[in-house]
């Protein structure tokens, strides 16, 4: 949804009449985008993508249907696609969906300002059963939770991936969307490597940036502190245990180290010395990465980014640090 935010600005300033579009319970589909939502004016104009664009002309001639309206109120559409139509669409296979027609001018404007610039924010909206209004209100990573709705926007901010997910209760639907900030991949040291692990953080749609000194590493892991993420390559003994120390006394969610059994035992050693106690060093993941058995830099720096991608959304892959095997 973030690359709705300017559009979405400019219809309000134009004072469209508009909706925006987002599945609140769906069942099939296979992978989809967990971001995936559509902007659609009551004249037929579409932007943004949500299952391949197989719903369009509904959401467009539901977006009329409402834009004609006195109330110009929101409505949740049932919508399914068969086998067919998934496979013309090219989507894995059907499914079947209830997507919420929101009217633009209810959504609050600090959601597309904070969406835009990259903050990590989540959405609750309420819509209460037997009326046609949804009410939103914005949550921002750290608030103090109000009530369910706020704590699972909390929760879902904390696996720093996109989600939503609805709510029952006895006043209705609570539709909880949430887009934390994109990973940002500190990358400790040089080299081909490095390179090739901001090309894969790239096509995830994560941002990265490579460090040369544990000072530059320090400044940087504090910047983006919400969501810093730090792959040290470096075997330098001052580069790599003040990086290390630095990234779990910021609680940093993602702290990995390349190298050997020893190299790790070394730096262990080095942040006990420094004061590291067993509940943090157990956070470092070193040796980096999955066990996928990787060997050219191309399938290591896969295996790193998937490790990440699992402990950021709290899922037990199982990485090198939990084998003790040969490292291959």
Request: aromatic share 4%; charged share 25%; glycine share 14%.
């Amino acid at each position: 949804m973030r690359e709705l935010a300017e559009m979405a600005r400019q219809w309000v300033a134009e004072g469209r009449v508009a909706f925006l579009a987002r599945p609140v319970t769906e069942q099939g589909f296979g992978p989809r985008d967990p971001a995936g939502a559509v902007l659609v004016d009551a004249r037929g104009e579409c932007a943004g993508a949500l299952y391949r664009g197989v719903f369009d002309a509904e959401l467009v001639a539901e977006a009329a249907a409402l834009g004609t309206g006195t109330g110009g109120g929101a409505r949740v559409c049932e919508v399914s696609v068969g086998a067919g139509e998934a496979t013309g669409a090219k989507l894995t296979c059907g499914g079947q969906a209830e997507v919420l027609l929101q009217p633009l001018s209810a959504v609050p404007a600090e959601w597309w300002e904070l969406l835009g610039s990259g903050a990590g924010v989540a959405l609750v909206t309420r819509l209460n059963e037997g009326a046609d209004a949804a009410v939103s209100e914005v949550v921002r990573a750290g608030d103090v939770p109000a009530d369910d709705a706020g704590r699972r926007a909390g929760e879902l901010l904390e696996t720093r991936r996109p989600g939503r997910d609805a709510l029952y209760g006895g006043s209705g639907l609570v539709l909880v969307e949430a887009y934390p900030s994109a990973p940002y991949v500190v990358i400790g040291g040089s080299g081909e490597l490095a390179e090739v692990i901001g090309a894969q953080a790239a096509l995830l749609g994560w941002e990265s940036v490579t460090v040369e000194s544990a000072g530059e590493a320090e400044k940087v892991l504090g910047q983006h502190r919400d969501a810093a993420c730090l792959v040290l390559l470096s075997h330098e003994p001052d580069f790599d245990v003040p990086s290390l120390r630095t990234a779990l006394a910021l609680g940093i969610p993602y702290v990995g180290a390349l190298g050997s059994r020893r190299t790790t035992a070394r730096r262990r050693e080095g942040l006990v010395a420094a004061g590291v106690g067993e509940a943090e060093l157990a956070r470092v993941h070193g040796p980096i990465g999955l066990d996928l058995g990787a060997k050219t830099p191309a399938e290591t720096a896969l295996a790193i980014c998937a490790e990440i991608l699992g402990v950021l959304g709290g899922r037990d892959a199982r990485g090198l640090r939990d084998s003790d095997g040969p490292l291959r």
